[in-house]
């Protein structure tokens, strides 16, 4: 059983940065494949961005530039980096994990352990 606890979330004005983190429970984290969800009001919960147990990043395309994934094993914590921020990025962030790997870490149904997760409000 993992358990993820989301933080950094706030409301920032467009092209302000944030950080959001994602600590794991567990002693396994580093074989964790793990992944950043978002859903806006009223839409479905959407792929952000993964990291792989090797570190190798995935993201969606509207994010790709401006949001950097990273995780710190010794930390059993993954991080979001988001910068030059929209209001269409306002979300709830999701953190979420899986211990299997894929070729494409987009798909809700792969991820076993899910965060509460952390309110993001860009305004314009």
């Known amino acids: 059983q993992v358990q993820l606890v989301e933080s950094g979330g706030g409301l920032v004005q467009a092209g302000d940065s944030l950080r959001l983190s994602c600590v794991a429970s567990?002693?396994?984290?580093?074989?964790?494949?793990m992944g950043w969800f978002r859903q806006a009001p009223g839409k479905e919960r959407e792929f952000v961005a993964a990291?792989?147990?090797?570190?190798?990043?995935y993201y969606t395309e509207s994010v790709r530039g401006r949001f950097t994934i990273s995780r710190e094993n010794a930390k059993n914590t993954v991080y979001l980096e988001m910068n030059s921020l929209k209001p269409e990025d306002t979300a709830v962030y999701y953190c979420?994990?899986?211990?299997?790997?894929?070729?494409?870490?987009?798909?809700?149904?792969?991820?076993?352990?899910w965060g509460q997760g952390t309110q993001v409000t860009v305004s314009s």
């Open positions: 990291i792989n147990w090797r570190s190798i990043p």
């Open positions: 979420a994990a899986t211990r299997n790997s894929y070729s494409d870490y987009r798909p809700l149904s792969q991820y076993s352990y």
């Open positions: 567990g002693r396994v984290f580093s074989s964790y494949n």
